[in-house]
């Protein structure tokens, strides 16, 4: 029931084309999504992604990108703590510290 709920509330909020979703360098995030709740990314609408914008707006030469954590020290002038990145995010409850951590992604964006 609840995985079903969440499923439909994904679909709305994707699909919706009046607001738009920000996220940077969320292929892999989408991909993570879309092998939950198959079907959940199709039709997403107003998706932008913003690590190439930050990316140009830093000054990196071509071919390379700036992640997050560098687009906050260089554009900001504010550290972004990335060490709960490679924690166990399928581990249910998260922890108090991913919760923060994926807060203060969201927040800078």
Do not use: H, I
């Not at 879309?34 to 609408?45: F, K, Q």
């Not at 060490?83 to 964006?109: G, I, T």
């Amino acid at each position: 029931e609840s995985r079903s709920e969440l499923r439909r509330c994904l679909l709305r909020l994707l699909r919706a084309e009046e607001s738009e979703k920000l996220g940077f360098a969320s292929g892999e995030d989408l991909r993570r999504l879309e092998t939950s709740l198959p079907g959940v990314t199709e039709g997403a609408a107003n998706m932008r992604d913003l690590q190439r914008a930050a990316t140009r707006a830093v000054g990196s030469p071509r071919r390379t990108v700036v992640g997050l954590a560098g687009a906050c020290e260089a554009l900001l002038r504010a550290s972004l703590d990335k060490s709960r990145q490679s924690s166990d995010w399928a581990a249910r409850p998260l922890s108090a510290e991913q919760l923060e951590y994926a807060a203060l992604d969201a927040f800078v964006l």
